[in-house]
DNA sequence: GCACAGATCTTGAGCGCTCAAACATTTCGG
DNA sequence: CCGAAATGTTTGAGCGCTCAAGATCTGTGC
């Protein structure tokens, strides 16, 4: 088994502490909020960034990129959230072939009640564990593995993350 | 909306950076592994714990925990590997309601050639984006997360995690 | 021995995600 | 203006994961 680059020690052990630790930090948030809320993270990240845009509203598209979530998964979430009805969907005024989502009032609601048994939970499993400086070098390492992976589309063959300037 | 303690300004960013940063990694990783060997990351890595335990066999039990990975996860994941043929369950010679998961010649080969080019998405897009330094502190980072987490079963009510020392 | 709690693993239903395909609309080229 | 390509979104099938429940076995106390 001689691949051109393999991974040394320290990179195993790296990679290794990430993918457990990662895997444990994130199923237990989704079991507390999925408890707690009634839904998964997922979703929740998908009325956090309505509520956070003016209007409490954004188109489909753009909601999809910034959780980094494909349109047909986004487009799935919401038809959910519109049954709970946490989000309504609109006609887009500027492009008829778009849709807009909103955060109704009750979605509102729901999301309010929901983040602080969140956010504890975040702090709790993650940010008590690490130093302040951690907290930094947290930062510094995923903005260095997100920010590239935006740009370019897909080395190898096909591109389906558009770049809609 | 006044939690009992927020996240402040570095911490919000960190956890931002990480959720996208991180999916986008994930991912990107999950798409590769699917297009170049037809299996999900998940599977990936129940067959590299097979392959490194002696005999390339594992009780369940075990190798759920090292996947982080529930019991009936594991169960449905190896059912779909068997029907691959690429591993096969045996009958736990010192415990009978046991069940011991092995990796067959044809699931070691199917390993083998998906190995280099997953170690090399890794790189690509993890650890060449990283100095030295930082791939340290992201060994640090997570075994500070994970450590913990895999100890502690659950505060609030149910402990779904044994602790089988 | 025997009942009973606990451990190990499996099963089935429900749901979210992915992928490919479809649809509607806009944009571009002639 | 008309057809072709590109864009924005939805849909349905297939699959993996979760949860609760069940089946089988081990260990303990009487």
Redesign the interface.
Known sequence: ?D?????DD??Q???R?????????M??LDR?LQ?SAGMPVAYY?VLVGLSESPGRAMRMSELARRA?SSPSRLSHAVARLEELGWVRREACPTDRRGAVAVLTDEGFRVL?AA??GH??G??S???D??S?E?????????????????DEPDP?CDEDQSCPG
Chains 1, 2 share one sequence.
């Open positions: 088994m691949s051109p680059r393999w991974l320290e990179e052990r790296a990679w502490a990430f993918l457990f630790g990662g895997r444990q930090l199923n237990r507390e408890a990240e980094e309010e983040a602080a956010v504890e975040i702090r499993h993650l940010f564990r690490l302040r951690q907290v930094a070098q947290l930062r510094e390492i995923f903005e260095a593995v997100g920010r590239p992976l935006s190898p």
